[in-house]
């Protein structure tokens, strides 16, 4: 049972270290409301992009943009923003303010969606950071969105994953970076079906 007043609230939860936070965000509910409707996934699958050093970060070498302003933002904020012209992928920005630091949200399970009275879930619904976005309606009108006080999109707490149960592996899709490229900075959880193939 989800309890949707235990929402995460408490700014030291977000202004962790990226890899931390990617850890604890394992077995999190994120919840996207739409027409007071509530889709929630529990997050399954994440990657970590983790400071100024980072070469696979948006944020390397401490590069700031109009697009990735967020990422030098403190903790708690959204980012979303458009891979290959086509899929939105959603971040929750992570760290202390000027340190460029998020973690992707690569892949859930649908637990609920009230838009649909006759919902099933399914793992291959959500199972890629694209399909993440499209399924839960995030788009870059979300961009920036502040995760404790929104009323749009939110995370749930939920008991934490045991370290077991969590597998660590090197980040997908990063070829461009060089000193980073192999870093274990993605995690997953073991024997969940909706993490996604690469």
């Known amino acids: 049972m989800i309890n949707f007043k235990n929402r995460i609230t408490a700014t030291t939860f977000f202004t962790a270290n990226a890899c931390s936070v990617a850890e604890q965000l394992l077995g999190k509910y ?3 409301v739409i027409d007071s409707k509530r889709i929630v996934a529990k997050i ?14 948006h944020g390397f070498n401490n590069r700031r943009t109009t697009r990735n302003e967020p990422l030098f933002w403190a903790g708690g904020f959204a980012h979303v923003f458009l891979i290959y012209g086509c899929h939105n992928c959603f971040n929750v920005i992570t760290d202390q303010n000027d340190i460029p630091s998020a973690v992707l949200i690569r892949a859930g399970e649908i637990i609920i969606d009230e838009r649909d009275p006759n919902f099933v879930t399914n793992p291959q619904l959500a199972n890629g950071p694209g399909k993440f976005s499209r399924y839960l309606a995030i788009a870059r009108g979300l961009d920036r969105v502040d995760l404790i006080t929104s009323e749009e999109i939110y995370l749930i707490d939920n008991l934490a994953v045991p370290l077991a149960n969590i597998i660590r592996t090197k980040r997908i899709n990063v070829d461009y970076a060089t000193n980073y490229k192999t870093k ?3 995690f997953y959880i073991k024997d969940s079906k909706a993490v996604s193939k690469g």
């Open 30 to 32: 994120l919840v996207r």
């Open 44 to 57: 399954v699958e994440v990657e970590a992009y983790d400071g100024a050093e980072d070469d696979a970060n």
């Open 184 to 186: 274990p900075y993605r």
